[in-house]
């Protein structure tokens, strides 16, 4: 599977929160990297995420 990278406008970042409703939220913690999924709603210019993570080791 191959991406194709490029920048967004503002609009079309609001375009894509307003479509969605499931992302990845990339962090890092003692210089490792993890993915967590969430599920956010936008609206109005304000997001709403909730997320279930557990501690990586």
């Known amino acids: 599977m ?3 990278l490029k920048d ?5 970042c609001f375009a894509v929160l307003e479509q969605s409703r499931f992302g ?6 003692d210089g490792k990297p993890y993915v967590v999924p969430i599920y ?3 609206e109005k210019g304000v997001i709403y ?3 279930m993570s557990r501690e990586v080791v």
Do not use: G, P
């Open 24 to 29: 990845h939220l990339a962090c890092c913690k």
């Open 2 to 4: 191959s991406y194709i």
């Open 8 to 12: 967004l406008t503002q609009a079309e």
């Open 49 to 51: 995420s909730l997320m």
């Open 40 to 42: 956010f709603a936008y």
